[in-house]
Structure formats: C-alpha cells, structure tokens
C-alpha cells in the first residue's frame, strides 16, 4: 500500500499509542511503499515511530526536528503541561482527541518563532466544558509534520 511520502525509506518500530503491547516493526522502500502494517475494517490505531533507521536527510540536521515530550504529570488533574519544541518558524496547531479519534480541544493555533514551548491545558473541550476523565491523545501538527503522545486524565 503507498501512503505517500511522509516517512522516508527505511525501517521503522511503531508503538499504538491505545495499546501499549502492540509494537510493530515496518518498512518503507524507497518508493514510499509500506511493509508490515495492516489494519482490519473499522479497527482504530494510533501508532508512534518509537526508532528508525529511515534515511531523510533532515533527519541529519537537528534544526529540522520537531519535537512533543511527554505531558507532565501524566495522569493528570486538573491540569497538565505539554512541552514541544519548533525547528523554525512555522504555523502551529496541538489538538486533543478522544480515542475514538473525535478532536476535543484546540490547544494552540497559530504561527510559532523557532524554540521550545509550554502550555498549559486543564482537561476542558472547545466549549470549556470539563472532560471526563479517560484516556486522550495529543497531536502536534507543524511544519508539514505530526507527533502524539497519550495522556491521561483522572477525576
């Protein structure tokens, strides 16, 4: 199957961020095909490259790595910080999903100077209501590139 172009050729370790044991180890060949991967009709997975050996020569200079660290406390009530970094500037937007993939929240839209950022978020949907507590799945989307993590919310 192609997926287009956004990881470049080379092995790859996934981890599903809604299931903690399932690790899957994948190829993309230099035609942007991918190996190793394959879901059934309807099953939902959110997968994180956890290694590579891919061989994009961004991957070369650290300036273009965009980074999401682990939200901190995790689990978390009422609030946790999301810690990322941008390798330039570049339009921003950190989203929150339920997961079942349903967008919960905009944490932060807008264009961001190169750098290292916080923000807070206090567990609240885009009309400000409290969410209940469960499971929820931060994405960051800059610079033409995605990174997740998962994070927990308890009451």
């Not at 989307?141 to 997740?148: F, L, M």
């Amino acid at each position: 199957t192609s997926y287009g172009n956004s990881l470049p050729p080379g092995n790859y370790s996934l981890a599903n961020l809604l299931d903690s044991s399932d690790i899957l180890e994948i190829e993309v060949s230099a035609n942007y095909e991918i190996s190793g991967l394959s879901l059934a009709p309807y099953q939902v997975a959110i997968y994180e490259v956890q290694s590579s050996s891919g061989t994009d020569p961004e991957d070369e200079t650290p300036s273009f790595k965009l980074g999401l660290k682990p939200n901190f406390p995790n689990p978390f009530n009422p609030s946790t910080t999301i810690s990322y970094t941008l390798p330039s500037r570049t339009p921003v937007v950190l989203r929150v999903f339920d997961v079942t993939g349903h967008e919960k929240a905009v944490i932060h839209e807008g264009v961001q100077d190169a750098g290292a950022y916080e923000i807070s978020w206090t567990g609240r949907d885009a009309m400000g209501r409290a969410l209940c507590a469960g499971v929820y799945l931060m994405r960051l989307d800059a610079g033409g590139q995605s990174r997740a993590g998962k994070m927990i919310l308890l009451k």
